[in-house]
Antibody, heavy 118, light 106 residues
Framework: EVQLVETGGDLIQPGGSLRLSCAAS????????MSWVRQAPGKGLEWVSI???????DYTDSVKGRFIISRDNSKNIVSLQMNSLRAEDTAVYFC????????????WGQGTLVTVSS | SYELTQPPSVSVSPGETASISCSGD??????ASWYQQRPGQSPVLVIY???ERPSGIPERFSGSNSGNTATLTISGTQAMDEADYYC?????????FGTGTKVTVL
């Protein structure tokens, strides 16, 4: 059974840093692309970042230069290092597996809440 | 930047058909996927690669994609289908979600 479990969400002041982790199990982690998707309170889904099997990455424009996605294939963990946090980064952050050649998100974690506020 | 537009809300009577549109420039030339999100829950994939249904998703969910519009159709809508629905596609290597549609089963 595929499982994705996010941790690391917290209340953080503007300008601060936070690291989210997603522990994966139930599939061959190194073979899959992984993504982070966020949802601000009462708002829609927003794609944040992707990391491919070879470690290359992409980001949505609003987090470029501030967020870093990484993966540890030996521990089956994908992480999101978030720096220079802003109020508008407040959201539930979901970890999602990118499935198949059609590039869809076939499994999602339960999400972890990041609140950026003074 | 690439945008996907959905109607904010769709209302449907139990047993009837609900159709949710997703509009984007030349969307038919990309693969579209659809996600269902019930309140307080994580999204669930209901359609991928325009028309494919994951295992465990009821047959009443179907999808199409042509021209500038992808469509999610729920046939014989049930009360449990009341949720928010999001379309999604890729613009080069950037993921894009639609604006979301709240489906209300009256």
């Amino acid at each position: 059974e595929v499982q994705l479990v996010e941790t690391g969400g917290d209340l953080i002041q503007p300008g601060g840093s936070l690291r989210l982790s997603c522990a994966a199990s139930g599939f061959v982690f190194s073979s899959n692309y992984m993504s982070w998707v966020r949802q601000a309170p009462g708002k829609g889904l927003e794609w944040v970042s992707i990391i491919y099997g070879d470690g290359t990455t992409d980001y949505t424009d609003s987090v470029k230069g501030r967020f870093i996605i990484s993966r540890d294939n030996s521990k089956n963990i994908v992480s999101l290092q978030m720096n220079s946090l802003r109020a508008e980064d407040t959201a539930v952050y979901f970890c999602a597996r990118v499935g198949g050649s059609g590039w869809y998100f076939d499994f999602w974690g339960q999400g972890t809440l990041v609140t950026v506020s003074s | 930047s690439y945008e996907l537009t959905q109607p904010p809300s769709v209302s449907v009577s139990p047993g009837e058909t609900a159709s949710i549109s997703c509009s984007g420039d030349k969307l038919g030339e990309r693969f579209a996927s659809w996600y269902q999100q019930r309140p307080g829950q994580s999204p669930v994939l209901v359609i991928y690669r325009d028309t494919e249904r994951p295992s465990g998703i009821p047959e009443r969910f179907s999808g199409s994609n042509s021209g500038n519009t992808a469509t999610l159709t729920i046939s014989g809508t049930q009360a449990m289908d009341e949720a928010d629905y999001y379309c999604q596609a890729w613009d080069s290597s950037t993921g894009v979600f639609g604006t979301g549609t709240k489906v209300t089963v009256l």
